[in-house]
């Protein structure tokens, strides 16, 4: 048997199978060199392609998403990539393995596994395309009759990870109506630590993240919306927020597809553990907390402590200030002189992040309500839906204070003094004054009210959701981001990754094909793909 090396061939061999998958496909699909699928439970397997949706704080996409910056080299550095993507294709071989011995079971396709499997697909290959464009699709399909498909191009890749979202839809609904055999491994609903969902109850809430991922997916499309008709972008949004019954959506925090820590073993990225490591050396970037402290937003000191080196009160808003992520590092490093009692830039809240009796932190987003919220009022700033976008755009800010545990009125907010001692302060925030600042108040279906929606959609995505904030900045300009020495690339943020470089041996002729129809042949980082030109 003539072995695959191309991990992006392997995967599209295996994992693009569509509701109505044959046997025959499946058998084509195997790989030789593994035990053969069939014998490990699906739920099994369904714990561990759900454990690689989510993107921990800490990483890269922390800073790529300009939230926070290292100060300090030996810890790492605030530049953005050079080199190829990593992909998922060990999670799409999961998937089929997955669906593979669920129709053994079942006897049919008819099953929760088939159903998430459809989800999976668009989510991973709408994650790989989004990084470098093109990948093969349907060539793929045809085993290993062709082992070097050509590629596909991205808006064809995005079309039918819309359709898969569409059968995914369109077959939870009816196991939710109908009944189904068996769904287990699902810790995201089904299985949570607390508030544990029946199995159908689980369903419900999946049919919800569905439609909600096919929202973010169609206002990743914003650009091509007038220029590929075809698509009927404005008109897909519009289908799912009409017909609630038919294409349910978020409602509220309590529907978020988040990733929750504990406090016994599964530990909050950063942690306790780690702030020796971690106080002096990580501060806030300016992108995030500069614009928070500009709009009077609590959330500044949630996440972060006073600059005290500026002279100001500890709950002054100008006491809470980022580092510029373009920065040089060394210049960087001076700001924060002999820490929290003198830095010039905000470190990270001790409290509220290395807090030794809670280990388990905040939840991290995959998916969440307030992000809905904001996809629903871009789209109506755009004109893809009647509505009132001012109460969604209260509402995703709103639900993100939530998060936080921001409430209207006094709040207590702990920072550390100077001497290392952590100071409760009463800090009064009232709704209706942040929402009353002229820079915060809607300012109606225009530009400037789309900016303010993207600013905030910005703020509800720092430290979850992967690399969403970058994919919005790199779509609409907004926020604006910092770039400079310290970023890398000759002070140019990057537009995408590379491919990987194994394809240049095992696909070569296809690999080169791509590149010239996408990027005059070279696998540029600095150039845009379809999905944002």
Not at 442 to 460: E, V
Request: a negative charge; aromatic letters at 12%; glycine letters at 8%.
């Amino acid at each position: 048997m003539k072995l695959i090396k191309s991990p992006i061939i392997q995967i599209l061999l295996v994992a693009l199978a569509a509701s109505g998958c044959t046997k025959k496909f499946s058998d084509y699909s195997q790989n030789g060199n593994q035990p053969v699928p069939g014998k490990v439970p699906p739920g099994i397997v369904l714990k561990t392609i759900l454990a690689d949706l989510v993107v921990y704080p800490g990483s890269t996409s922390d800073k790529a998403c300009q939230d926070y910056c290292s100060n300090y080299v030996y810890y790492g550095d605030n530049q953005y990539w050079t080199g190829s993507a990593s992909l998922n294709y060990g999670d799409l071989n999961n998937t089929l393995a997955m669906e593979a011995e669920a129709r053994r079971l079942a006897g049919t396709d008819n099953n929760p596994y088939h159903a998430l499997g459809l989800f999976f697909r668009a989510f991973f290959f709408v994650s790989m395309s989004e990084k470098v464009g093109d990948v093969p699709m349907t060539e793929a399909l045809q085993g290993l009759g062709n082992v070097t498909p050509k590629y596909d191009a991205q808006k064809d890749v995005f079309k039918q990870s819309l359709l898969w979202l569409d059968s995914a839809n369109t077959l939870l609904g009816g196991l939710i109506q109908n009944g189904f055999l068996e769904f287990s491994g699902d810790f995201y609903y089904a299985e949570r630590l607390s508030n544990a969902l029946s199995p159908r109850d689980a369903l419900i809430q999946w049919q919800k993240v569905v439609n909600s991922y096919k929202l973010r997916v169609l206002i990743e499309l914003s650009k091509r919306a007038a220029d590929n008709p075809d698509l009927n972008i404005p008109q897909q949004f519009a289908t799912i927020f009409n017909n609630p019954t038919t294409y349910p959506i978020f409602t509220s925090n309590t529907d978020n597809l988040q990733y929750v820590y504990n406090n016994s073993y599964n530990y909050y990225p950063d942690n306790f553990t780690n702030l020796g490591n971690n106080q002096t050396r990580i501060n806030l970037a300016a992108t995030l907390e500069n614009n928070l402290s500009s709009l009077h937003d609590l959330r500044c000191m949630v996440l972060g402590e006073p600059a005290r080196g500026l002279g100001f009160s500890d709950t002054s808003y100008q006491s809470f200030v980022g580092a510029p992520s373009g920065m040089d590092l060394s210049t960087m490093n001076a700001l924060i002189q002999s820490g929290i009692a003198d830095s010039k830039v905000s470190l990270f809240n001790r409290n509220h992040f290395y807090n030794p009796s809670n280990l388990a932190g905040e939840p991290t987003y995959i998916l969440s309500y307030p992000e809905v919220c904001f996809c629903v009022a871009e789209a109506i700033n755009r004109g893809w839906i009647a509505g009132d976008a001012s109460q969604w755009y209260v509402n995703g800010i709103t639900s993100q204070f939530a998060f936080y545990g921001i409430e209207d009125g006094v709040n207590t907010v702990t920072l550390q003094a100077g001497s290392g001692a952590e100071i409760p302060y009463s800090v009064h925030f009232y709704y209706s004054t942040y929402f009353n600042q002229p820079a915060v108040k809607y300012a109606g279906d225009n530009p400037t009210g789309l900016a303010q929606i993207l600013l905030q959609k910005y703020l509800a995505y720092a430290r979850n959701s992967g690399y969403q904030a970058y994919y919005q900045w790199r779509r609409t300009g907004v926020p604006t981001f910092d770039q400079g020495p310290g970023t890398g690339n000759g002070g140019v943020i990057p537009r995408r990754w590379q491919y990987p470089q194994n394809e240049i041996t095992a696909n070569g002729t296809n690999l080169q094909a791509a590149l010239q129809s996408q990027y005059g042949g070279n696998d540029d980082i600095n150039q845009d793909m379809w999905l944002v030109k």
